[in-house]
Structures are given as C-alpha cells and as structure tokens.
C-alpha cells in the first residue's frame, strides 16, 4: 500500500496547481482503499512476486477517484466521510475537469503496465460504471423501478470496478481463465454486498459514524433497494406517500423518519442485508479454488467486513 500511495502521489502531479491540489483533498480524505487493496490481496493470493500489482492498484483507485469527483457533481453532494466534497469547495467545472485528469491517468498507467487484456478489462470496466451512472438517473424519482433494475444499476456502477480489480490479479500472474473467472466473481459479489449495505446505511444511524449524512439518497430521491421492498410490501397509503417524497421531492423535516418506519415495519432494511448475505456467500465460495491462506482468510473476511458495517 505504501508503494500504491507512493504511485498516486506521483501521478496526480501536474505543474496546474489546481489539480494535485483537489485531487489531493479527495485522495487524502480518508477513504479505505478497498478496492487497490483487492488488486494487492488477490495478487499475492496467486503467488505474484513483482510490483506490476502495486501500479495496477493505483490506477484502479484513479478510476475510483474519478467517479467519486464526477458523482458527487451528479449528487449535487457536498458531504464525503465527513469532508466537504471537491465541487463544494472548488465547484463543479473544476471537480469534472480534475476527474478527467484522473481517469486519464489511470489510463497512462494501464498502457505503462503493456498488457493488452489488463488494458481490456479496466477500460471496459471504465464505460460499464459510466453505463450505470446514466442508468442510475433513468431510474431516479421513479418509484416504478423494479428490484431486477436496480440491481442492473449497482452491477455496473460499483460492483464492475470491484470485479475488474481483482481480475486483472489473474492477469499478471498467469492464471488460469478458471482462476480470472473465480476472482471476477468474487469481485463482482463483494462489490454488490458493498453497495447493498451502503444503501442500507443511508437510513441507519450507523452512517453517521462513517462520516455521511443519513437520508442522502432519500433528499435525492434515489430508489434503492431497502425503499422498492418498502413500497411494493407497503399498502397504497403508503405507496402515495413513496411517490410524493421520492417522485415529487416533496419532503418535510418528518419524511426521513417516517421512511425509516415503513422500511422497519416491511422489514426492508433486514432483508437487503439477507441480500448482502447471499452475495456475499457466492464471493466467499468463489475463492474456494486458491489455498487457504492468509490471504484468502483476509479476502473472506473482507466480505464479512462489509456486511458487519450493517450493525
């Protein structure tokens, strides 16, 4: 990670000032590194010994990087972990901008890396997560999506990068297309258990601890899955109430709390996390092919890491 950090650093320099400058305050607040920590995890899980791992990480959180700096202009957000965002500091134009530079990086690394199926699968990866985003405002304010579209949505626009992270590991260590097959599994299932619980903990007080403001995706009107369950489950009193606060963004101070309720009463919120359970038991089986090692204890427990945040 040190070397990951080291290559970012490195990278996000540039003689405008403003650049290393905004990338500097979203890179350094405090994010997990979740996702340059599967390429390094996966890697050593398939024996590598190089430092191509260490490269590809920092490109992968470039990636990562970009489209936070883009979301948050889409979100209209001015909180992340705790922090002003980058737009609400230096406003939108700069924040797309930096996050073109980002993105541009990332693919300066990829072609440094030389390999071709490398470069494939994280530029594929690239345009399936800005595939999700747009498929992500189609569904916004439409209390008519259904389970299956929003599961299309966080396929793409989470859980592609985490899948992408972790195959390319197969990659550069020569596996087999069984193991690439496996870990991009794995990946793809973490990144879903990922973004269920984060759906879940935007009407938890848990969130409040992970430095984000409850109800942000209820104040935006995005319909995850914790309020689809509510609303199908719920009676068409309740399903008015849906359509005024989600499709209308008509809100009062009370809205957020009478959300909650519904979601408690259906049992919504639990059974997204029986979800994230599910999920993640198919990414925990996926890595059954590779020794038993630390580092797959580590990459299992990762999964559990990610569910746990529920509680």
Known sequence: MA??????LLKMQSPVALIPQLAGHLIASGGKRLRPM????TSKMCGYEGDRHAELAACVEFIHSA??????????????????????????????????????????????????EVLAILSNASSVIAEGEVLQLTTANDMDTTEDSYMQVIVAKTA??????????????????????????YGKNLGIVFQLID???????????????VGDDFR????????????????????????????????????????????????????????ARH????????????PDDDYRKALTGIVDFCINRAY
């Open 220 to 275: 935006e009107g995005k319909v995850t899955l914790p309020i689809v369950l509510a609303s199908r489950r719920g009676s068409e009193e309740e399903r008015s109430f849906w359509r005024r606060t989600i499709e209308d963004l008509d809100q009062t101070d009370a809205d957020l709390k009478t959300a909650i309720d519904l979601m408690n009463k259906h049992g919504a919120l639990k059974d997204s996390i029986e979800r």
């Open 67 to 116: 489209t936070l700096l883009h979301d948050d202009v889409v979100d209209e957000s001015d909180l992340r972990r705790g922090l002003e965002t980058a737009n609400a500091v230096w406003g939108n134009k700069a924040s797309v901008l930096v996050g073109d530079f980002l993105f541009s990086r990332s693919f300066e690394l990829m072609v440094a890396d030389g390999s071709l």
């Open 199 to 213: 759906d879940v903990l935007d009407f938890s007080a848990e969130q409040e601890k992970l430095g984000k403001s």
């Open 160 to 185: 592609a990068l985490f899948a992408a992270s972790c195959e390319i590991s197969a990659v550069i260590t020569k596996g087999s297309k069984t193991e690439q097959a496996a870990l991009k599994s």
């Open 279 to 290: 999920y993640g038991a198919i990414a925990k089986d996926a890595l059954a092919i590779f």
């Open 3 to 8: 070397k990951v950090n080291q290559t970012i």
């Open 38 to 41: 599967l390429t390094l995890a």
